[in-house]
Structure formats: C-alpha cells, structure tokens
C-alpha cells in the first residue's frame, strides 16, 4: 500500500472522528460502541481512511487494536484537525447568528474560584442559549487547550504560557501568593535541602538553583498537594490552597522561604469575535474586588 507522488489524500470529517474514537477507546469494538456505529461500519471508515493515507493505520494481524507509528501519528494530528473544524463551526454560527453557540473556559486551578466564576455568572446570565463549559487545568495544560482550539478564552498563571505567544492577546488580571510547604513531620531535613521539589509538568519557575535536578514532576496540583502531604518532599504551592493546611498543623512554611506573588492572565486568540468574547474580556477587565490570598 503506498500514496502516489504528490498525492495529496482528502479525508472524511466523519472518518477522522472514526480515527480518534479508536484511538481514545482503545479498540474498535468499543470505539462502535461509543460511537453507536457497528463494528464494521468502524472496520469499513478505518479501511478508507487507509486507502486515502496510502499506509495501513492499524497493525494487522493483530489480537487486539493497534496502531502502526504512522498510524499514530496520523490520529494524533486528526485530534487537532477536528477541533479546529469545531472552532471553525462555531465561527460560521457565530457570523450567521450573531451569539457563539459554544464557549470554553479553561482556568488553572491555581486561581481563586470568586475570580472566574464571576466570570462563567455573567456569561450563564446573559447568554443562557450559549452552551457554557468551564474546565481546569493546570501549568501549561490550561494554554494548550486555547491553542488546540478547545478553548475560546483562558486564564493562566503568566509563568505557565511563557512569553507572549503571535496571534494571541492577553490581559492581566492580578496576583496569587505561593508559599514554600513541607509536611510538618520533616524534622529529620527541616531546611529541606535534601528533598526533592514536587512540580507541576517541569514548567514552575526555580529560583534555587541547587532544586533543579531534584524534582518530581506531577500531572496536576491536586497530586502536587498529596505529595507534598504524604512527605515526599516540598512544594511551592497558592497560600489559599494550603492555608487551611498550615492551620492545622498537617504542613509548614519552609525555613528561610520566601512567599512569591505570580501574575495571571486571561489570554484568547487575536481574532476572537462574538459577544460572549466581549463580554468576556470585559469581566477581565474590571477590578478584582474579592481579596486573592
């Protein structure tokens, strides 16, 4: 099986959204299941999907689903591909109605609830026809699902995303103060010198340098936190998470730490129109009133 020279294969929307089921389920059967597809209506877009890419997508033979790495490869990009046809949806339905009929919120979790869901209120309240999603997410993650193209508009910690990104605007929005925790049973490491840094993805900013090759790299805060509980070592964690915590006597301020106030943001594309996208920005714009700790 091999592509032509210069063949350049059009894929089926629906047979790419065939691809991904596959992909998440694990396997085709469960894939038809999810889908309300038949196993060989799967089968069947799977195989034409092989005859377009001119390469075979699933190894065969085979007991159970597998992909070739071309295969892969070829999943992983019809993800993207497809969320950009959602965007592109939205955007058709916003330029012929006037209101987006969707909108994704993403927030790192790292932020105060009072700060954005002051935000999601007044979007519920004057858009109530706009399907409203709000999901967390943490570190880099939370930017990522705005450049894939999940979501319209997101609110990140300014270390996260980086320097500014071409094709993006971003508007501040106020501070967070982390604090330095161990669990409070440490007494043996006290200064916390030998124990390692639990980080979030690899991506929080180290201002001591001798912690760098000492981490723990977690998927996310709450794990972070659990970790940082059970002793494995330190974090740098928001006062607000951990303060109740602190007060309990279950974790400490480290010795000869120092607290950090971090920006956040909200940021969104460039070319993002509709009302909810104004009324969004809008909200982002005016003073925090509830006290960020």
């Known amino acids: ?12 929307p629906g047979d790419l959204a065939v691809l991904v ?30 005859r377009d890419a001119g390469f075979p997508i699933l190894a065969r033979p085979s ?16 993800r993207s591909v497809l969320h950009e046809l959602e965007a592109l949806g939205s955007l058709a339905a916003v330029l012929a109605s006037g209101v987006e009929p969707r909108w994704v919120l993403v927030v790192d979790r790292a932020i105060s609830q009072p700060i954005w869901s002051s935000i999601a209120k007044a979007i519920a309240h004057s858009f109530p ?3 409203l999603e709000v999901r967390g997410a943490d570190g880099n993650d939370a930017f ?5 193209g999940y979501a319209q508009a997101a609110i990140v910690m ?17 501070k967070i103060e982390f604090v330095e925790v161990m669990n409070n049973r440490q007494s043996a490491d006290p200064a916390g010198a030998h124990l390692p840094e639990i980080v979030i993805g690899g991506d929080f900013p180290h201002d001591r340098p001798h912690q760098v090759a000492n981490r723990v790299k977690v998927s996310d805060r709450s794990v ?5 509980l059970d002793g494995l070592g330190w974090g740098r964690l928001p006062k607000e998470l951990v ?16 607290t950090v106030d971090y920006s956040f943001s909200i940021c969104r594309k460039s070319d993002a129109i509709g009302p909810v996208a104004d009324l969004v920005w809008l909200c982002a714009g005016l003073p925090i009133t509830q006290a960020v700790m």
């Open 1 to 12: 099986m091999g592509a032509q020279l210069g063949h350049i294969p059009t894929f089926s």
């Open 21 to 50: 089921a596959v992909a998440d389920a694990g396997s085709s059967r469960e894939a038809a299941s999810a889908l309300g597809r038949t196993p060989a209506a799967v089968s069947y877009a799977i195989g034409r999907l092989e």
């Open 63 to 78: 007991y159970r689903t597998q992909f070739t790495r071309r295969g892969e490869a070829l999943a992983s990009r019809a």
């Open 129 to 131: 026809n706009t399907e």
């Open 144 to 148: 990522q699902l705005l450049a894939s």
């Open 158 to 174: 300014d270390y996260a995303c980086g320097d500014p990104v071409p094709g993006f605007e971003y508007q501040q929005m106020g």
């Open 224 to 228: 972070q936190l659990g970790l940082v």
């Open 243 to 258: 303060a109740a915590h602190i007060a309990r006597g279950d974790l400490v301020v480290m010795p000869n730490s120092r």
